[in-house]
């Protein structure tokens, strides 16, 4: 088994499949139905939403057309218009 890579890189997969999932189901669309519009693998894009591995720029493009956000929202420190749920506050 290869070793795995650096806690930065985990971290950033990690942030870019959290993207992608907020902008999938933003839009409404299963794994499946994003996969079908991006012509990509569905199997691809579990494993790039889980960080199991980084998405290609032409992916990354791919997805994020099939979403319909503009690319830079599902790379870390873009906008995420979709908003971001908080945690209530506690008194």
Do not use: F, Y
């Amino acid at each position: 088994m290869p070793p795995l890579p650096p806690d930065r890189i985990l971290r950033r997969r990690l942030e870019v499949g959290r993207r992608i999932r907020d902008a999938r189901t933003w839009a409404n669309l299963t794994q499946e139905r994003l996969a079908e519009r991006a012509e990509i693998d569905r199997k691809t894009i579990s494993r790039i939403e889980n960080g199991h591995m980084s998405p290609s720029l032409d992916h990354l493009l791919d997805i994020a057309e099939a979403a319909g956000v503009e690319p830079v929202c599902l790379v870390p420190g873009g906008p995420e218009p979709w908003g971001r749920p908080t945690a209530p506050e506690v008194p």
